[in-house]
């Protein structure tokens, strides 16, 4: 059960951490060329839909595999958590600037979209050093 | 179609829920516990409680992220999650934006 628990989550990760890194490429892309934003509206229900079911799974599963696995008090998960909380954040903040530039082509995508995927990044290297290290 | 009034709509419903669950949290389950030895109590208020604590971020986060709030104004809402009372009192903020941005209040 633990295994097949930890495979589920993995693969809601995938297609999270897929879900938002595209995201991120296709509104850097927009914004620098407006040619791009043509195809937001056809990509946005793939993106919305990938998304949102992978942050649901990932929360499920993990919390599953944290819970099976003895891991729920273990400070590194605790750190972990808090990171993915972040995370999923970025997810919503993602998910609106995605939406509103579909549905309107005269929005303009915040600027706060390079800082987005910084942190975007930051976090999956952080998330992917405690899982690996478990350093405390 | 979900259009900038539903997104603050949203975020004001989903802050009342946030809200209520952190009172539950705070003032029912939490006494109950130290007080009568009810551990169910937050073994159940907790994870509700995270539930729509990370459902809050994620829509204040898909709500002000838009170029359009001041910092302070995100910190305000991002905030508001962490404190007792803390999104009823936004109530009047995220009215204030609908307002300002001509947004139905409904």
Not at chain 1, 11 to 21: F, N, R, S, Y
Not at chain 2, 88 to 95: A, C, G, K, M, S
């Amino acid at each position: 059960m633990y295994e097949l628990a930890k495979l589920f989550h993995l693969i809601a990760v995938l297609l999270w951490t897929t879900a938002m890194l595209g995201g991120c490429a296709l509104l850097l892309a927009a914004k620098a060329e407006g040619r791009v934003r043509a195809a937001l509206p056809v990509l946005r229900p793939y993106y919305l839909r990938s998304g949102g079911v992978g942050l649901i799974a990932v929360w499920a599963f993990g919390l599953l595999v944290a819970t099976l696995g003895g891991w729920l008090t273990a400070p590194w998960l605790g750190a972990k958590m808090a990171v993915v909380f972040l995370l999923s954040g970025v997810h919503g903040a993602l998910s609106a600037q995605i939406r509103r530039a579909a549905e309107d082509p005269g929005y303009t995508i915040t600027p706060r979209i390079t800082g987005l995927t910084v942190a975007l990044a930051a976090g999956l290297v952080l998330v992917l050093t405690l899982v690996i290290f478990k350093p405390f | 179609m979900v259009g900038r009034g539903a997104e603050l709509r949203l975020l004001r419903r989903v802050g009342r829920i946030e809200g209520a669950t952190l009172l539950l949290l705070l003032f029912v389950a939490v006494p109950a516990r130290r007080l009568f030895g009810f551990e169910t109590a937050t073994g159940l208020m907790g994870p509700i409680h995270g539930v729509a604590f990370t459902l809050y971020f994620h829509v204040a986060c898909a709500a002000v992220f838009d170029g359009r709030w001041s910092f302070g104004g995100i910190v305000r809402v991002l905030g508001a999650a962490l404190i007792p009372f803390g999104t009823f009192l936004n109530e009047r903020l995220l009215t204030q934006q609908l307002n300002a941005r001509g947004l139905s209040d409904v």
